[in-house]
């Protein structure tokens, strides 16, 4: 890290400490607030990259690079959510499974962040169930840094890994792909729920209601086939 750089980490800190102290005062009734409601995010010099495919987390902090992590990610069929999220939760010490520190991110469709893990040989690699793992030490020295409300956003295609087909969905699951589905559907007609990337009956339904219209078997599982039939692949 040459000198500048290290300046600018160190102010960089400093600054998040001040922050992190003063939301700690001010904010605890409001550690789960939704994402929709101001909290200090315009105040944080850091955002975070993620980039699941190179297993990599990089700060930034007034946008300059200032640390790059190896991290692991989803595996395809528990994907890590692509898309801009911000951190809305600080804990320590959830349990070894986590490692000593999480901060949460505000996914819409279920309960993802970044931790430490007890599982080190997982690292680099995609073996979590979506959450993004880092090595303990890691995790510390990020959690020092990072103030509630900073920006995250993780790279990639909402249907995974542009080398592989997308993953058949069905009831029961979550995630963006699904929430695309959704959008689909309902542009076509055939859904009228909430477009929350939660797989459940509504969209099962709507599912099996455009299926029988495709005169496609009505098993309620999104296939290769649906996606083409949606023109999400070709």
Known sequence: MNRTVRRLFIRAVAIALLIGSAAGAAGKARTYAEPSLPIVSDHSIFTIEVY????????????QRIKTYTIAVGNPSTPTPVGEYQVVYKGENWGPSFGPRWLGLNVPWGNYGIHGTNK???IGQHLSHG????????????YKMIPIGTKVTIYGHVLGDPNRD?????????GGDVQLIQSRLKSAGYFQGSCDGKFGYSTTAALKKFQRDQQLPENGVVSIEIYEKLGLFE
């Open 166 to 174: 997308p993953r058949n969905l069905a009831e029961g699951d979550v």
């Open 131 to 142: 959450c993004i793992r880092m090595r303990n030490h890691d995790v510390i020295e990020l």
């Open 120 to 122: 080190p040989h997982s």
């Open 52 to 63: 699941p495919l190179r297993h990599q987390l990089i700060v930034r902090a007034q946008g």
